[in-house]
């Protein structure tokens, strides 16, 4: 499985940005996909979850009403459209498959991993 993000870019605070992130090698709807962060010399954080169909969605209170994950099955992508951005949402964005079929904000219950895009939001 290889996964692709794009989409990260700079943007002045109250701005948005969609992310997608490109899946390949696999069964794409055998897997839950989430987006991650990192910002600089911190760790990893969850942001959002959505299960193999779209019908499910779990958000981190920090993006929850700000930002919405959303998939494409026929297309292998998945999205994370951030609205209302600030400076405390620049970081690098990751996006993940896990085979677990629930919610799971533990990176270790991921098993493929992007390369990451950065955002960067100025004040």
């Known amino acids: 499985v290889l996964l692709g993000e794009s989409g990260g870019g700079s943007v002045e605070a109250g701005g948005s940005l969609r992310l997608s992130c490109t899946f390949s090698g696999g069964d794409f709807d055998t897997y839950a996909m989430g987006w991650f962060r990192e910002a600089l010399e911190e760790e990893r954080e969850f942001v959002a979850w959505?299960?193999?169909?779209?019908?499910?969605?779990y958000y981190a209170n920090s993006v929850k009403r700000r930002f919405a994950i959303s998939r494409d099955n026929a297309k292998n992508i998945v999205y994370l459209q951030m609205n209302n951005l600030n400076p405390k949402d620049t970081a690098v964005y990751y996006c993940?498959?896990?085979?677990?079929?629930?919610?799971?904000?533990?990176?270790?219950?991921?098993?493929?991993w992007g390369q990451g895009t950065q955002v960067t939001v100025s004040s």
């Open positions: 993940a498959a896990t085979e677990y079929r629930t919610v799971v904000q533990g990176p270790d219950f991921y098993d493929h």
């Open positions: 959505i299960n193999w169909n779209g019908d499910e969605t």
